[in-house]
Every structure is written in structure tokens, then in C-alpha cells.
């Protein structure tokens, strides 16, 4: 079992999002403990009313909503909705909100078991109860216990991390209804506007992308752009817009421009630390030899550090931007330092040393496509190195990136050795002049 713990300011939100879930068909309320009525015997004013009336005894308060999903794993759906409510009610206890009023939830829309709890952490006497830390004091012993005490699955730090990712939209599978477009974008903003550290629109779509989904503004003359507006979008495999796209402002959790631009500056704050890792991996790559941009790409990618480049139509690279999914957080190139920009990437992928020794007999060598996301495919890109005498003759001219990198690459070359001529001359005209 795997146990989620969110803190939220707006009861309306999270109540709102699960009977929206409820009206699609896509779940249902199977308990209400510690509400004067049972489940089927309250309307929906009176639900939401309850909990409210709760949180305005302590109004300074303001993180006053609590979310928590219990997920279970894929072979536990014969789990029965009263030993779903039997799970529920312990792990509530155990974590100290036993006596709190809340509401449960069981979610079909995903691949594995899983309900969801709506609760409140302000008590009977206005007191709160403290939500820090209350993932490693009380929740983790509390999964532990239940695991054992119901028979379940056991989800250790690797199975919870692989059962429970988050996967890609699959543009395939989604009917281009509303319905069920706002569904599959909803789970992915779930996963990533509280998780992860960006500071841009461009920031966050190069996440959002890698899921088949981009925050759109619209062109600068469209009247979502002009009036502050913001839709969100399924992409299809070649990342073109697909479907009905869904204003920002119908999602449960309002993801809006405004309320994106209220996350960037602590967002800026807490990525700051992190800056070293992504820096550090880069810098690794390149020590005693020259990554291609291919190579770089793959490697990166294997520490957990996605590439997304933005091109031009035609194919010229103006835009990086590094997505680290294990520390959750996304650098802009330049963000990172001028050595870390796209333009400094592709220098560096192209520095003279590795052409110098290809310069060799039978060095000549071939680097493979790189295998991006379906969103990305327009910048797949290559570079072919050849085995030539002359040094402008190893830059191919077929190749789209290594067309786009000669100038650098001529002028690692041959302005350097035209200085050390100018040098001698210079020396012997001034030695010519003293005599």
C-alpha cells in the first residue's frame, strides 16, 4: 500500500474534485465516518457543509483541507468496498485523525485500486492538528502495520516508485470528448504542479510534455493570451494539439496563469540547491572526451536528467531546458550558467579535441540517432564525424546539426593556428625594426 498526504487551503477543491469524479461515473463516496448522517443519507450541501462549519472554528488556519489517497497494488482489486472501509478507518486512526470528520472515496479511473479521503486537521476545540512531518512520524509506521494486519502487498522504496508512476498520456486510448480529455489531464497536473520546481510556463511544459500534455496561452493576438488566459492540451505522438482543450479555470484546483506565477519565486527558492547535480552530471559527461549531443541526451537520461530542446522549423536549436526527476525540479540552460546554455551544449558536443584525433588513420567514426520523446521527434538529431586529412573536411555538410555547428567548429580551428603564425611574424617584424 502506498499512502499520498496532501495539505490544500480550499475544502472546496478537493470536495469538488471527488464528486466531480462521482458524476463521471468514475467513483463513488462508500463512507462518511464521524458525520451525523451515513453516506447515501447526506446531499451534497450538507457534506460539504459539515466539513466547513469545522474548518471555520480556527480561521488563521490556512492549510485546513487534507487529501490523502490509499493506493494499492494492481492484483488487490478484489478488495472489497468494507475492507476498503475497515483499511481506511485504521490508517485515520493511526495517524491521528480517528475522531476527525471525513469522507471516503473509491476512485475507478486508474490502473491499481485506490481511494481517496477528505478530511479536515482543525478539531472539535478550534486546535489544529500538526500536519509536519506527518508522512515519516505517523503514515509510514501506519502502511507498515496495515500491510500486515490486511495481508497486503508489500510496497517497498522500489515497487512504490515503479507500480505508482506516472505514465504518458496515451493519446490512443483517450476519447476526444471533454469528459475524458479532462480526466487524463487532470492525473498528470495532479503529479506535477505541486511536485515540481519551475519558475516558466516553458518550464513546466517541458514536464508537462513528456506526459502528452502542454499549458497553452495561445497566439499573442488570440484572446486567451490577451486577457491572461490559459488552456491545457493533449498532445499526439508527433506533439501537435489534439482534442478539446480545457480552460485552466475548469479544473477542481483552478492551475491558471495567476496561480502558476504565485509558485515561481519559491519554486526559484527551493531548486536552488539542486543546481549542483544537474551542473555535476553535465560536467562529468564531457571529462577525457566529447559527448555528442545523442550521447549527452542518453546518458543524462539515465541519471534521471531529461533533455528538452526547443528548435526552430528549420531544425536550428535555440532552447534548453533540463528536467531532474529525481530531485523534482527544472533548469532553463542559462539558469544554469552560460556553459550550460544550447548554444555552449553544442559547442561543447563539438569540441575540437575528439575531430582532432579522427584526424588519425581509420578514426573516423559514426554516432546513432538518439531516442527522444514522441513530442521531441523533430529534434532527433545525429552528428557524423569523418575520416579526413583536412580539418575543414571533417564538418559534413549533410547534417543538419553539424551545418549548424561548422562556425564554431572552423573557428576552434584554424583562427587558432593563424595566431600562433601571427605571433612569429609579429616577433620578427618588431626584431627587424630594433636592428
Same mark, same amino acid.
Given at each position: ?49 459539515? +466539513? ?17 489517497? $490509499? ?7 478484489? $478488495? ?22 471525513? $469522507? ?13 479521503? /477528505? ?11 500538526? +500536519? ?56 498528470? @497536473? ?16 517541458? /514536464? ?121 525540479? /527544472? ?21 575540437? &579535441? ?49 551545418? @549548424? ?12 593556428? +593563424? &595566431?600562433?603564425?601571427?605571433?612569429? &611574424? ?10
Amino acid at each position: 500500500m502506498v499512502a499520498v498526504i496532501k495539505a490544500g487551503h480550499s475544502m472546496h477543491r478537493i470536495f469538488n474534485y471527488n464528486e466531480n469524479k462521482v458524476k463521471e461515473g468514475v467513483a463513488e463516496c462508500i463512507g462518511a465516518e464521524n458525520f451525523p448522517l451515513n453516506a447515501d443519507e447526506m446531499s451534497l450541501k450538507i457534506k460539504l457543509g459539515y +466539513l466547513l462549519k469545522r474548518t471555520e472554528l480556527n480561521e488563521n488556519v490556512k492549510r485546513n483541507s487534507v487529501h490523502i489517497s $490509499l493506493n494499492f497494488d494492481p492484483s488487490e482489486a478484489h $478488495l472489497s468496498k468494507e475492507k476498503l472501509m475497515q483499511i481506511a478507518n485504521v490508517y485515520m486512526q493511526k495517524i491521528g485523525f480517528g475522531d476527525q470528520p471525513y $469522507l471516503v472515496y473509491q476512485h475507478h479511473d486508474a490502473g491499481h485500486p485506490h481511494i481517496h479521503v /477528505v478530511t479536515t486537521n482543525i478539531q472539535p476545540d478550534g486546535k489544529r492538528i500538526d +500536519l509536519h512531518h506527518l508522512g515519516i512520524r505517523k503514515s509510514e509506521p501506519a502502511r507498515k502495520e496495515i500491510e500486515k494486519m490486511f495481508s497486503l502487498v508489500v510496497a517497498d522504496a522500489h515497487a512504490r516508485r515503479e507500480a505508482f508512476r506516472l505514465k504518458p498520456v496515451d493519446v490512443k486510448k483517450v476519447q476526444y470528448g471533454r469528459t475524458e480529455t479532462k480526466r487524463a489531464i487532470t492525473n498528470v @497536473l495532479d503529479a506535477v504542479l505541486d511536485k515540481y520546481k519551475y519558475t516558466s510556463l516553458p518550464e513546466l511544459n517541458a /514536464v508537462l510534455k513528456q506526459y502528452n500534455i502542454i499549458a497553452d496561452r495561445g497566439s499573442e493576438e488570440s484572446r486567451i493570451f490577451q486577457g491572461g488566459g490559459l488552456v491545457y492540451r493533449i498532445l499526439d505522438e508527433d506533439g501537435k494539439p489534439i482534442g478539446v482543450p480545457i480552460k485552466a479555470s475548469d479544473f477542481y484546483n483552478k492551475p491558471t496563469l495567476k496561480f502558476l506565477e504565485e509558485k515561481y519565486s519559491s519554486n526559484d527558492t527551493q531548486r536552488q540547491p539542486f543546481k549542483a547535480r544537474v551542473q555535476t552530471e553535465i560536467d562529468r559527461l564531457f571529462v577525457g572526451k566529447t559527448s555528442t549531443l545523442d550521447e549527452l541526451v542518453a546518458q543524462l537520461q539515465k541519471k534521471g536528467i531529461h533533455i528538452a530542446l526547443r528548435s526552430s522549423d528549420t531544425g536550428l536549436i535555440y532552447g534548453i531546458t533540463y528536467v531532474d526527476h529525481q530531485t523534482k525540479c /527544472v533548469f532553463n540552460g542559462s539558469t544554469l550558467g552560460k556553459q550550460y546554455s544550447a548554444k555552449a551544449i553544442q559547442e561543447r558536443c563539438s569540441s575540437p &579535441k575528439p575531430i582532432k584525433q579522427n584526424l588519425l588513420p581509420n578514426a573516423g567514426q559514426k554516432t546513432g540517432q538518439s531516442s527522444l520523446p514522441a513530442h521531441n521527434t523533430n529534434t532527433g538529431l545525429s552528428s557524423t564525424l569523418h575520416n579526413n586529412t583536412n580539418p575543414a573536411d571533417t564538418i559534413p555538410k549533410d547534417n543538419m546539426l553539424d551545418a @549548424l555547428l561548422q562556425p564554431e567548429q572552423a573557428a576552434d580551428y584554424i583562427p587558432g593556428q +593563424l &595566431k600562433k603564425k601571427g605571433r612569429k &611574424k609579429k616577433r620578427r617584424k618588431n626584431i627587424s625594426n630594433n636592428q
